[in-house]
T-cell receptor, first 116, second 112 residues
């Protein structure tokens, strides 16, 4: 149990285009999902907290107009990187907390975004 | 504030033990431990909720010293599969049930 999926696994896009990444909790409901960004050999940096049915809460320094988050249902959250630039290239990982458990947080497999 | 992990890296021979520490400057509600292998997402190892709590899975265990605001992860009789980067994620009382703040990670390499 406690499986989180992400799609796509990797994506290459041209500068100026937008990219959507999906995060799904497959076998549990998640009222809260989180989006992280990770650069090579660095830690996980929280970008935003996604709440089902309400606006996402962004961490300081994260542009909410550039990284659009939508939590449409208890099992799906999406991150859209708008007008992508090469500096947005990174490993994006979502996670979800199992509300039925003791707040364990499970991560998706991640999406590697490369902007050319 | 980001918790501090130490050491930053450790190299072990198969069968040796290691300890990874995670310290916070604020009172903690919980500590979560994860292991991440190269190019993959972090995998949940365990969560510690109560001061003084100790947990284990196979030969990996952890303790949580609430008063000292720190947690330690113990790798006992390490196996090759233990290689990876270990992260602690901490949750303060003000954010209980919500977001985690991750330490900088400890890179572990287990050699035959």
């Amino acid at each position: 149990g406690a499986v989180v999926s992400q799609h796509p696994s990797w994506v290459i896009c041209k500068s100026g285009t937008s990219v959507k990444i999906e995060c799904r909790s497959l076998d549990f409901q998640a009222t809260t999902m989180f989006w992280y960004r990770q650069f090579p050999k660095q830690s996980l940096m929280l970008m935003a907290t996604s709440n089902e049915g309400s606006k996402a809460t962004y961490e300081q320094g994260v542009e909410k107009d550039k990284f659009l988050i939508n939590h449409a249902s208890l099992t799906l959250s999406t991150l859209t990187v708008t007008s992508a630039h090469p500096e947005d290239s990174s490993f994006y990982i979502c996670s979800a907390r199992d509300q039925g458990g003791v707040y364990e947080q499970y991560f998706g497999p991640g999406t590697r975004l490369t902007v050319t | 504030q980001q918790p501090v992990q130490s050491p930053q890296a450790v190299i072990l021979r198969e069968g040796e033990d290691a300890v990874i520490n995670c310290s916070s400057s604020k009172a903690l509600y919980s500590v979560h431990w994860y292991r991440q292998k190269h190019g993959e997402a972090p995998v949940f190892l365990m969560i510690l909720l109560k001061g003084g709590e100790q947990k284990g899975h196979d030969k990996i265990s952890a303790s949580f010293n609430e008063k000292k605001q720190q947690s330690s992860l113990y790798l006992t009789a390490s196996q090759l599969s233990y290689s990876g980067t270990y992260f602690c994620g901490t949750e303060g009382w003000e954010a209980a049930g919500n977001k985690l703040t991750f330490g900088g990670g400890t890179r572990v390499l287990v050699k035959p």
